[in-house]
């Protein structure tokens, strides 16, 4: 599978942003519902984490800490397509933001992700 993400940019602090993730499946019995996607971010300085996740069908997701309330991941199988919401955003949210794939259950640990796409930057600004 390939990931793409998108809609990076920069938006003030206590804004909102949307950024989308197109999972193509390499052949034609590789569909983007076989997998579960995780949504990662690495600030400047720091160490890449979790951001949250979401199943293979879209009916379960999960948050870190510090982005529950305020970002939603959804799907749309139909579209291929994986998106995180990010709404109240902080100034601590600038990073680059990476969707990852798997088969099977969503985890938190990065290194259970076979699929990265290339990261896709937010940048908040006071």
């Known amino acids: 599978v390939q990931l793409q993400a998108s809609g990076g940019g920069t938006v003030q602090a206590g804004g909102s942003l949307r950024v989308s993730c197109k999972v193509s499946g390499r052949t034609s019995s590789d569909y983007a519902s076989d997998y579960a996607v995780g949504w990662f971010r690495q600030a400047p300085g720091k160490e890449r984490e979790l951001v949250g996740n979401?199943?293979?069908?879209?009916?379960?997701?999960d948050y870190a800490d510090p982005v529950k309330g305020r970002f939603t991941i959804s799907r749309d199988n139909d579209k291929n397509t994986v998106t995180l919401q990010m709404t109240s955003l902080k100034l601590e949210d600038t990073a680059a933001y990476y969707c990852?794939?798997?088969?099977?259950?969503?985890?938190?640990?990065?290194?259970?992700?076979?699929?990265w796409g290339q990261g896709t930057l937010v940048t908040v600004s006071s």
């Open positions: 979401i199943n293979r069908n879209g009916d379960s997701t």
């Open positions: 990852a794939a798997k088969k099977g259950l969503p985890s938190a640990r990065e290194k259970w992700y076979d699929y």
